[in-house]
């Protein structure tokens, strides 16, 4: 079996729900908080890149991405 890149994340207790809504939000906020801080060579924003990628609707990341470019997304990053 070919190795896809994505694998299932370990449980996070900070989101014990079965929506993950705001652990897809909470982990995009967090990986660009933490490239912003640490650089965007720094291995450890990675979980938080994957774990984003794994939760979130494509168009979810597609629609925030652009209003992080247009300076205009409305979270703290």
Same mark, same amino acid.
Request: hydrophobic share 30%; aromatic share 16%; glycine share 6%.
């Given at each position: +079996?070919?190795?896809? $890149?994505? &694998? ?14 705001r ?13 912003k +801080?640490? $650089?965007? $060579?720094y ?25 992080? &470019?247009?300076?205009?997304?409305? $979270?703290?990053?």
């Open positions: +079996m070919a190795d896809d $890149g994505l &694998a299932t994340l370990p449980f996070d207790p900070r989101f014990p729900n079965q929506n993950q809504t652990h897809c939000y909470v982990s995009y906020v967090d990986f660009y908080r933490c490239t +801080m640490k $650089g965007e $060579g291995d450890a924003c990675n979980y938080f890149k994957k774990a984003f990628e794994s939760l979130c609707p494509k168009s979810w990341i597609e629609h925030w991405d652009t209003q992080r &470019a247009e300076n205009r997304f409305p $979270g703290p990053l």
